[in-house]
């Protein structure tokens, strides 16, 4: 678990999708499907917490527009993590693998905004509105991060590695508020997750420091290539 932490908290950090990989495992593992993704998501905040620190020295983290999107994914992320504990993941697979391909296809295809061009009201209003929807995806399993990055680069206008520091804020108030149901629930392996956020802490920022070093298109070609694979992955494989 602590080896599997550092391999998902490297490349996790950037790409976000860490939870496609290891909750599988940890299923495989032997450890309850519920468990896993409730103890995946400690590992989640362990990762969101080391890259922050490295996005926030580069000046990459936009806090004023990151704040409404917390606020709003964290009311999606209770309602989801509430649905964990009564419906059967499977069919959320398939609809996750559907939406981040389409998201994947929209980042090739996308027209950015010229530069320093000022993002509209109702712009603004829908992209936040689509972090109740992250919040709900994230709270249920995870992988919401990969969401955020292309709603805050499609919306916002954002580069990536400004939408990947930025989306870290939102991300960990989303992981803490349903850690905080599953919490009450009692359904966290907590062997299993410290050893994980362990690893992850050591990968996340080994990870940041080196992406920040690569540069805007080495992220963004990064990204597209697990996206599409770890979509796939939950469009073709059973759940």
Do not use: C
């Amino acid at each position: 678990m602590f080896a599997l932490g550092i391999l998902t908290g490297f490349v996790g950090t950037n790409t976000g999708g860490s939870a496609f990989l290891t909750v599988p495992i940890m299923i495989w593992l032997g450890i309850a499907p519920q468990s896993a993704i409730a103890s995946a998501r400690i590992a989640s905040v362990g990762t969101m917490v080391a890259g922050l620190r490295q996005f926030h020295r580069q000046g990459k983290v936009d806090y004023k527009l990151a704040a409404p999107a917390a606020i709003l994914g964290l009311l999606g992320s209770l309602g989801g993590a509430a649905m964990l504990l009564r419906v059967d993941a499977s069919i959320l697979h398939k609809a996750i693998g559907a939406l981040t391909l389409m998201m994947v296809i929209l980042s090739v295809v996308k027209r950015p905004l010229p530069s320093g061009a000022s993002i509209s009201k109702w712009r603004a209003a829908f992209g936040y509105g689509l972090f109740t929807i992250i919040g709900m995806v994230g709270g249920f399993f995870g992988g919401q991060a990969k969401l955020a990055t292309y709603v805050f680069i499609l919306v916002f206008n954002k580069s990536v590695s400004e939408s990947v520091g930025t989306r870290k804020i939102s991300g960990l108030v989303i992981s803490l508020g349903s850690l905080a149901v599953y919490g009450f629930s009692d359904i966290i392996d907590w062997r299993s997750a410290l050893s994980l956020v362990a690893g992850t802490i050591i990968g996340s920022s080994a990870g940041a420091r080196y992406a920040l070093k690569k540069g805007d298109e080495w992220m963004e070609k990064l990204l597209n290539v697990i996206v599409i694979a770890l979509a796939l992955r939950l469009l073709l494989l059973p759940a």
